[in-house]
C-alpha cells in the first residue's frame, strides 16, 4: 500500500547542494519517527531523475550526521571523538574526498598534498584507504583515486596526491609538505607526541592548512592539549548513533557486557575519562566488581547529603541507595542525586527510594540544616526511621574508611552509575570534585559507613 499523503517529488536544485540535501535528509528522519521512513525515502527518491540518483548515492551531506560534517569557522583542527563503530573513520574519507573533489559551492581541489598518517602503515591501508570506510570506498567509480601500494601514495585523476604515513616513523615526516592531513586514532600513536610535531611542521602549503583527528579517545596528553588548545574544534559521536550501519544485535550484545564500565564508557560512547592521580577512587575498583543485579540483602540505607540551599546554582543533594548481603559485602544500588532540588523535593524522592527498595533506615546529614532535615522528611511520611547524622571530621578522613572498603573488594556496584563514579574519581585531599562539593559522594560514605562501619540495625532479607 502507497504511504499516505505522499510528497511531491523534488525537483529543485542538484542533490549534490548541500542545503537541499540537508533538507531532504531531514523529511527523511522526521518521517521515520512516524514509521514510514522506507516508504517515504522511496516516495522521495523516485521523483529525482537516475543521473541525480547516483549523485546522492555519494552525496555525504545526504548522508552523514551533523557531527559527521566538518564545522564552519577558521580552525586548524577538527577532532572528532566517537566510540568504536560510530562512523568517524567515514567522516574522515570524506573530508579528504572533498578536499581532493570540491564542492558545488567551491568546484575543483581545495588541498594538492595530503598527508594520511596512522598508528602503522598496515592500518593506514587497511583502514584509511581500502577499508570498508575508507578512501577507495567513498569515491565513484569516475573520481575514485588510484592507490600506488608501494610508494605509499593516493593519485586522484585531477592530480591531487596523499601520502599514506606510519606514526612509528616520525622522521618519514621530515621533508615532504601539505596542505591537509588525516591522523586516525591518535590515542593509540606509539610516539603521538614526536608523530604530531613532525606532522605539524609538514603543514606549511596552502593559504590555510588544516587537518581532521579521528579517534576513539584516551587521556594521554595529546588528546588532552588538542582539546584545550584554540585552534581546535571537536565533534563527539557515540556508537549508537550509528546503529543503522551496525551488525544486528552488536550494540545489545556489547553494550550488555560493557555499560557504564570505564572501557564501554571510552569504547562506545567516545568519553575521555580521566582519573585524578590523588583521588581516593580508581575505575578499576567500579568495574572488577561490577553486577548486574545484586543477592538477598539483609539491611538496605537510603543517605541524604542535603543541600543548604536551593536553586540552579545549589549544590546537589545527594541521595544514594546501597544493601549489604549475607556474605559481608555492600551494594550500591542506585544513585538519585540531583542538583536543584527544593527540599520538599528530595525528601518525597528519598522516601519513595526508602519504600521502593524496603529500606531498614534512611540516614541523614544534619549539618546543614540541623532539625530541619529531620522535620522535612516527617513532613512527608513521619513513620519513616530516620538516623541523623553529624560530620565531625573532614570529607577526605570520614571517606577514607569506606575507600579501604573498595580496595578490598567488598563494595560492588549495580549497572551504571557514571555520575557518582566520575565524582568519586575526582575527589581529592582538599574534600572536593572538579572544585565543587562531592555531594554524591558524601551520600555514598554516609551510607556505607552505616552498613559497614556501623553495626547497629537489624537485618531483614530481601530479594531483587
Same mark, same amino acid.
Given at each position: 500500500?502507497?504511504?499516505?499523503?505522499?510528497?511531491?517529488?523534488?525537483?529543485?536544485?542538484?542533490?549534490?547542494?548541500?542545503?537541499?540535501?540537508?533538507?531532504?535528509?531531514?523529511?527523511?528522519?522526521?518521517?521515520?519517527?512516524?514509521?514510514?521512513?522506507?516508504?517515504?525515502?522511496?516516495?522521495?527518491?523516485?521523483?529525482?531523475?537516475?543521473?541525480?540518483?547516483?549523485?546522492?548515492?555519494?552525496?555525504?551531506?545526504?548522508?552523514?550526521?551533523?557531527?559527521?560534517?566538518?564545522?564552519?569557522?577558521?580552525?586548524?583542527?577538527? !577532532?572528532?571523538?566517537?566510540?568504536?563503530?560510530?562512523?568517524?573513520?567515514?567522516?574522515?574519507?570524506?573530508?579528504?574526498?572533498?578536499?581532493?573533489?570540491?564542492?558545488?559551492?567551491?568546484?575543483?581541489?581545495?588541498?594538492?598534498?595530503?598527508? !594520511?598518517?596512522?598508528? +602503522?602503515?598496515?592500518?593506514?591501508?587497511?583502514?584509511?584507504?581500502?577499508? @570498508?570506510?575508507?578512501?577507495?570506498?567513498?569515491?565513484?567509480?569516475?573520481?575514485?583515486?588510484?592507490?600506488?601500494?608501494?610508494?605509499?601514495?593516493?593519485?586522484?585523476?585531477?592530480?591531487?596526491?596523499?601520502?599514506?604515513?606510519?606514526?612509528?616513523?616520525?622522521?618519514?615526516?621530515?621533508?615532504?609538505?601539505?596542505?591537509?592531513?588525516?591522523?586516525?586514532?591518535?590515542?593509540?600513536?606509539?610516539?603521538?607526541?614526536?608523530?604530531? @610535531?613532525?606532522?605539524?611542521?609538514? %603543514?606549511? &602549503?596552502?593559504?590555510?592548512?588544516?587537518?581532521?583527528?579521528?579517534?576513539?579517545?584516551?587521556?594521554?596528553?595529546?588528546?588532552?592539549?588538542?582539546?584545550?588548545?584554540?585552534?581546535?574544534?571537536?565533534?563527539?559521536? *557515540?556508537?549508537?548513533?550509528?546503529?543503522?550501519?551496525?551488525?544486528?544485535?552488536?550494540?545489545?550484545?556489547?553494550?550488555?557486557?560493557?555499560?557504564?564500565?570505564? !572501557?564501554?564508557?571510552?569504547?562506545?560512547?567516545?568519553?575521555?575519562?580521566?582519573?585524578?592521580?590523588?583521588? !581516593?577512587?580508581?575505575?578499576?575498583?567500579?568495574?572488577?566488581?561490577?553486577?548486574?543485579?545484586?543477592?538477598?540483602?539483609?539491611?538496605?540505607?537510603?543517605?541524604?547529603?542535603?543541600?543548604?540551599?536551593?536553586?540552579?546554582?545549589?549544590?546537589?543533594?545527594?541521595?544514594?541507595?546501597?544493601?549489604? *548481603? *549475607?556474605?559481608?559485602? *555492600?551494594?550500591?544500588?542506585? @544513585?538519585?542525586?540531583?542538583?536543584?532540588?527544593?527540599?520538599?523535593?528530595?525528601?518525597?524522592?528519598?522516601?519513595? &527510594?526508602?519504600?521502593?527498595?524496603?529500606?531498614?533506615?534512611?540516614?541523614?546529614?544534619?549539618?546543614?540544616?540541623?532539625?530541619?532535615?529531620?522535620?522535612?522528611?516527617?513532613?512527608?511520611?513521619? +513513620?519513616?526511621?530516620?538516623?541523623?547524622?553529624?560530620?565531625?571530621?573532614?570529607?577526605?578522613?570520614?571517606?577514607?574508611?569506606?575507600?579501604?572498603?573498595?580496595?578490598?573488594?567488598?563494595?560492588?556496584?549495580?549497572?551504571?552509575?557514571?555520575? &557518582?563514579?566520575?565524582?568519586?574519581?575526582?575527589?581529592?585531599?582538599?574534600?572536593?570534585?572538579?572544585?565543587?562539593?562531592?555531594?554524591?559522594?558524601?551520600? %555514598?560514605?554516609?551510607?556505607?559507613?552505616?552498613?559497614?562501619?556501623?553495626?547497629?540495625?537489624?537485618?531483614?532479607?530481601?530479594?531483587?
Amino acid at each position: 500500500m502507497p504511504p499516505q499523503n505522499p510528497p511531491p517529488a523534488p525537483t529543485t536544485p542538484p542533490a549534490t547542494s548541500r542545503a537541499f540535501a540537508r533538507s531532504l535528509r531531514a523529511d527523511w528522519l522526521a518521517c521515520a519517527g512516524r514509521g514510514r521512513s522506507d516508504a517515504r525515502a522511496a516516495e522521495l527518491l523516485a521523483g529525482l531523475a537516475p543521473v541525480l540518483l547516483e549523485l546522492f548515492n555519494h552525496d555525504w551531506d545526504f548522508w552523514a550526521r551533523d557531527d559527521q560534517l566538518a564545522p564552519e569557522g577558521d580552525w586548524l583542527t577538527w !577532532l572528532i571523538l566517537g566510540g568504536r563503530g560510530s562512523g568517524k573513520t567515514r567522516a574522515g574519507s570524506e573530508w579528504v574526498r572533498t578536499l581532493a573533489l570540491g564542492t558545488p559551492e567551491k568546484p575543483g581541489p581545495q588541498a594538492g598534498r595530503i598527508a !594520511l598518517v596512522g598508528d +602503522t602503515f598496515a592500518d593506514v591501508r587497511e583502514v584509511m584507504i581500502e577499508g @570498508d570506510s575508507g578512501l577507495l570506498a567513498v569515491h565513484g567509480n569516475a573520481e575514485r583515486p588510484e592507490w600506488f601500494p608501494s610508494r605509499r601514495r593516493l593519485e586522484w585523476p585531477n592530480g591531487v596526491i596523499a601520502h599514506a604515513f606510519s606514526s612509528d616513523d616520525p622522521e618519514a615526516l621530515r621533508g615532504p609538505q601539505f596542505d591537509a592531513a588525516w591522523s586516525d586514532e591518535l590515542a593509540k600513536w606509539r610516539y603521538a607526541e614526536r608523530a604530531w @610535531d613532525m606532522l605539524q611542521f609538514a %603543514l606549511r &602549503l596552502g593559504e590555510r592548512p588544516r587537518q581532521v583527528v579521528t579517534t576513539t579517545p584516551r587521556p594521554i596528553p595529546l588528546v588532552k592539549q588538542l582539546l584545550a588548545s584554540p585552534g581546535t574544534v571537536v565533534s563527539r559521536a *557515540a556508537t549508537r548513533e550509528n546503529l543503522a550501519n551496525l551488525a544486528p544485535g552488536f550494540l545489545e550484545r556489547v553494550v550488555g557486557r560493557y555499560k557504564g564500565s570505564r !572501557l564501554g564508557r571510552q569504547e562506545l560512547d567516545g568519553e575521555l575519562i580521566e582519573d585524578r592521580p590523588d583521588a !581516593l577512587w580508581r575505575r578499576e575498583m567500579f568495574d572488577a566488581g561490577r553486577v548486574e543485579r545484586p543477592p538477598d540483602l539483609g539491611r538496605i540505607v537510603v543517605a541524604i547529603d542535603p543541600p543548604a540551599s536551593s536553586g540552579a546554582r545549589a549544590d546537589a543533594c545527594g541521595i544514594v541507595v546501597a544493601g549489604r *548481603a *549475607a556474605d559481608g559485602a *555492600a551494594y550500591v544500588l542506585q @544513585d538519585a542525586s540531583e542538583q536543584g532540588l527544593r527540599p520538599a523535593q528530595w525528601a518525597s524522592r528519598a522516601i519513595e &527510594l526508602f519504600h521502593r527498595f524496603a529500606a531498614d533506615s534512611l540516614v541523614a546529614e544534619v549539618n546543614q540544616g540541623g532539625e530541619m532535615v529531620t522535620q522535612v522528611l516527617r513532613e512527608v511520611d513521619a +513513620t519513616i526511621p530516620v538516623l541523623a547524622v553529624r560530620a565531625t571530621r573532614g570529607k577526605w578522613i570520614r571517606a577514607e574508611p569506606v575507600a579501604a572498603l573498595y580496595e578490598q573488594g567488598r563494595v560492588r556496584h549495580v549497572g551504571a552509575l557514571p555520575k &557518582l563514579e566520575d565524582e568519586m574519581c575526582d575527589f581529592g585531599v582538599e574534600g572536593r570534585a572538579k572544585g565543587r562539593s562531592p555531594d554524591r559522594v558524601d551520600a %555514598l560514605v554516609w551510607a556505607l559507613t552505616a552498613l559497614m562501619l556501623d553495626t547497629s540495625g537489624a537485618p531483614r532479607l530481601r530479594s531483587f
